[in-house]
């Protein structure tokens, strides 16, 4: 299992682009890279899946590089209720496989 | 889309007393679930892989024993605290998948042992 580097922390305002860059230099060729997001005392929500280029949904966009070492996660216009911790994890998505959450980055937003 | 459920969403219990939990796969049959345990400002941590019909999946460092997991249909796996303890207390979180899909995750249970 492909082992993620995520920063601890970040602030940003309401209104502002954040982009949470993750690091997974051992990244296999079948892993796809997908991001959750926690608020306390809650599960964690799927928030995009992605294996190369870049990957739009309703809530966010997932922008991978081509040798897919790094991907960054990037919430446009954020507002409070994005206030989260949000996790970048890897692993093959084929077969249901385990997940080993990371540290996380813990983001705070403020008026 | 796909929701999981956990029952109760939260429990406080005496100290040496067993305690189980839920976690149901509200509209799709779940041939793994997974359970994790998390501690407040921590991150989540796998406990076990479980398979319908067949034995669970330990992490190491995951007492067996005392965390009793049954994953008897394709919809429903609970997960048993025996003798807890205070160092139990902690906020446990079920997720569900289908072969070759993505995992959904239930609402998490908050255990207290006094």
């Known amino acids: 299992l492909a082992k993620t580097t995520q920063p601890i922390s970040m602030d940003s305002y309401e209104g502002q682009e954040v982009n949470i860059t993750c690091s997974h230099n051992n990244i296999a060729t079948n892993d796809y890279i997908t991001w959750y997001q926690q608020f306390p005392s809650q599960g964690p929500r799927f928030i995009i899946q992605g294996y190369k280029t870049k990957v739009t949904n309703e809530v966010a966009s997932l922008f991978i590089p081509a040798d897919r070492k790094s991907s960054t996660l990037s919430l446009p216009r954020v507002s409070l209720s994005d206030t989260a911790v949000y996790y970048c994890?890897?692993?093959?998505?084929?077969?249901?496989?385990?997940?080993?959450f990371g540290s996380g980055t813990r983001l705070s937003i403020r008026p | 889309g796909a929701v999981v459920s956990q029952h109760p969403s939260w429990v406080i219990c005496k100290s040496g007393t067993s305690v189980k939990i839920e976690c149901r796969s509200l509209?799709?049959?779940?041939?793994?679930m997974f359970w994790y345990r998390q501690f407040p400002k921590q991150s989540l941590m796998l406990m076990a892989t479980s398979n319908e019909g067949s034995k669970a999946t330990y992490e190491q460092g995951v007492e067996k024993d005392k965390f009793l997991i049954n994953h008897a249909s394709l919809t429903l796996s609970t997960l048993t605290v025996t003798s807890a303890h205070p160092e139990d207390s902690s906020f446990y979180i079920c997720?569900?998948?289908?072969?070759?899909?993505?995992?959904?995750f239930g609402p998490g249970t908050r255990l207290t042992v006094t």
């Open positions: 997720s569900a998948s289908q072969q070759g899909y993505e995992q959904y």
């Open positions: 994890l890897v692993g093959d998505d084929s077969s249901a496989s385990k997940i080993i």
């Open positions: 509209d799709f049959q779940a041939t793994t």
